[in-house]
């Protein structure tokens, strides 16, 4: 059974940095797609950053590019997310989605994952 557990949010000052992480179960990383959403109160859920399988490719979404780094630890069957310089548009539940046979820049939409975690609460700050 594939589970996915969150971990890591908090809250943090502006500027701050917050490293999430999405332990996996049920199923070996390194054949999905891992990808991180988030979703503020009364917004659509976003695609924040994902890494595929063929390459371990990783895309941004473009207000993440360059404060947001995914990686991913296939003998620990986790992937993270570090998040420096955060700001307070940043704040929202994240989640972690995996999918198998995602490849390219779409495992960056949502509607492409059918396994989700429980989500973990970012909120920045001061």
């Known amino acids: 059974q594939v589970q996915l557990v969150e971990s890591g949010g908090g809250l943090v000052q502006p500027g701050g940095s917050l490293r999430l992480s999405c332990a996996a179960s049920?199923?070996?990383?390194?054949?999905?797609?891992i990808g991180w959403f988030r979703q503020a109160p009364g917004k659509e859920r976003e695609g924040v950053s994902c890494i595929t399988i063929t390459d371990g490719s990783t895309y941004y979404a473009d207000s993440m590019k360059g404060r947001f780094t995914i990686s991913r630890d296939n003998a620990k069957n986790t992937v993270y997310l570090q998040m420096n310089s955060l700001k307070p548009e940043d704040t929202a539940a994240y989640y972690c989605a995996t999918q198998i046979a995602l490849d390219g820049d779409s495992c960056l939409a949502p509607y492409n994952y059918d396994y989700w975690g429980q989500g973990t609460q970012v909120t920045v700050s001061s």
């Open positions: 049920g199923f070996t990383l390194d054949n999905y797609a």
